[in-house]
């Protein structure tokens, strides 16, 4: 099952340290989408991209929060110094092309910052 | 900014039961989709409508798009505890990249 896969599932960060999270798209896919789950709220878009290219960071925090997804290997959403406000479930979905085509969603990444 | 509301927030009850879960908007969905999330899994997509009025059905779960295409429900027929699940409704922003806006979801446990 070549399914959006994640990695690492679960990360432990100190405040101050550097997160990195890992997306690898459904095969075939080129286009890519961070959201953000924080407890007792729904999903919050973050970034849309395309490889090589950010078509949406709208989402996304002004500082700390980067996302790339280069041509080769999978997407990266980096958190730069984290806080504990960080915590909180990072979902990628791939699709194979933008606009009003249904993404597929990866099993997520659990953040927590100590 | 568009305002997707889930009602209820949380509804518990016994297999065998049905329910009917919500979804509002402040707007006009451009296309509604109805995500199920399973604890420590991403959402799955179990249906698409488009169409105001729209009727779709997956089994034992009964999807309704409102005829102004601003409100959608679903209804399950005698729940089972397989059942149990985050549901979410989101709207796919045709006009947004595909951006997908969720509401915050309704809890939906199946006892036994």
């Known amino acids: 099952n070549a399914g959006v896969m994640q990695n690492p599932r679960h990360l432990v960060r100190r405040r101050g340290q550097e997160a990195r999270l890992r997306c690898s798209p459904v095969k075939g896919h080129s286009h890519v989408y961070w959201y953000r789950q924080l407890p007792e709220e729904g999903l919050k878009f973050m970034v849309y991209l395309q490889k090589e290219n950010i078509i949406d960071e709208s989402g996304m925090p002004k500082e700390r929060f980067s996302a790339e997804f280069p041509k080769e290997g999978p997407s990266i959403l980096r958190i730069q110094q984290v806080v504990r406000g960080d915590s909180a479930a990072y979902f990628c979905?791939?699709?194979?092309?933008?606009?009003?085509?249904?993404?597929?969603f990866g099993p997520g990444t659990r953040l927590t910052v100590l | 900014t568009q305002l997707l509301e889930q009602s209820p927030q949380f509804l518990s009850i016994q297999e065998g039961e049905n329910l009917t879960v919500y979804c509002n908007s402040s707007?006009?969905?451009?296309?509604l989709q109805w995500y199920r999330q399973e604890p420590g899994e991403g959402p799955v997509l179990l249906v698409t409508v488009v169409t105001g009025g729209e009727v779709k059905k997956l089994k034992r779960l009964t999807f309704q798009f409102g005829d102004a295409r601003k409100d959608s429900s679903l209804h399950i027929t005698a729940a089972q505890p397989g059942d149990t699940g985050l549901y979410l409704c989101a709207d796919d922003r045709t006009d947004s990249w595909g951006k997908l806006q969720f509401g915050a979801g309704t809890q939906v446990v199946v006892t036994p």
């Open positions: 979905a791939s699709s194979r092309v933008g606009q009003g085509v249904t993404q597929y």
């Open positions: 707007s006009v969905f451009s296309s």
